[in-house]
Antibody, heavy 114, light 107 residues
Framework: VQLVESGGGLVKPGGSLRLSCGAS????????LTWVRQAPGKGLEWVGR??????????DYAAPVKGRFTISRDDSKDTLYLQMNSLKTEDTAVYYC??????WGQGTLVTVSS | EVVLTQSPGTLSLSPGERAALSCRAS???????LAWYQQKLGQAPRLLIY???SRATGIPDRFSGSGSGTDFTLTISRLEPEDFAVYYC?????????FGQGTKLDI
């Protein structure tokens, strides 16, 4: 199993960014996938999750990101996405994609700063 | 949402000693869906325990999880030098899933 995040970088407050997570080594379409973030020097924070399409494909979000972040998936590309809009300085963090709690990517750093 | 409180914040022990880390939930964790992770500096978290007491694949048997309802414990029976890290609990029984704030295990 491999999960590889990409798309992080420096963005100004109010801006947008889309993260990707490419997956391999398992049946992507059957998996529920989650985004977790970690601000510099801080603990882990659950961001949100998307179910498999066979389980409805629905999403859930943590309160701090609800209405600003959108999780989606492209099962034809084995790729998970996190669209982040209206970014705030407090969104600065390493963003991880995870599957089944046991499999984690290496993370991608998002820095929101003017 | 379920708030998880871990204690102590920092635990200072020596190799060979036994460690007991606590995770207390603000309400009962559904189906005891409680996980424990270890995280070292600059690395992604590693799953140790799921379902409160089941060891993840490849995790040494010196790591054990116990508890139910609102009180959970991660026990490391004999500390090895590589065990000194930060440990997090997570509940995934209700949405949103939540993490505890972490316990740092120090030499």
């Amino acid at each position: 199993v491999q999960l590889v995040e990409s798309g992080g970088g420096l963005v100004k407050p109010g801006g947008s960014l889309r993260l990707s997570c490419g997956a391999s080594g398992f049946t992507f379409s059957n998996a529920w996938l989650t985004w977790v973030r970690q601000a510099p020097g801080k603990g882990l924070e659950w961001v949100g999750r998307i179910k498999s399409k066979t389980d409805g494909g629905t999403t859930d979000y943590a309160a701090p990101v609800k209405g600003r972040f959108t999780i989606s998936r492209d099962d034809s590309k084995d790729t998970l996405y996190l669209q982040m809009n209206s970014l705030k300085t407090e969104d600065t963090a390493v963003y991880y994609c995870t599957m089944s709690r046991a499999y984690w990517g290496q993370g991608t750093l998002v820095t929101v700063s003017s | 949402e379920v708030v998880l409180t871990q204690s102590p914040g920092t635990l200072s022990l020596s190799p060979g000693e036994r460690a007991a880390l606590s995770c207390r939930a603000s309400q009962s964790v559904s189906s005891n869906y409680l996980a424990w992770y270890q995280q070292k500096l600059g690395q992604a978290p590693r799953l140790l325990i799921y379902g409160a007491s089941s060891r993840a694949t490849g995790i040494p048997d010196r790591f054990s999880g116990s508890g139910s309802g609102t009180d959970f414990t991660l026990t490391i029976s004999r500390l090895e030098p590589e065990d000194f890290a930060v440990y997090y609990c997570q509940q995934y029984g209700s949405s949103p899933s939540t993490f505890g704030q972490g316990t740092k295990l120090d030499i």
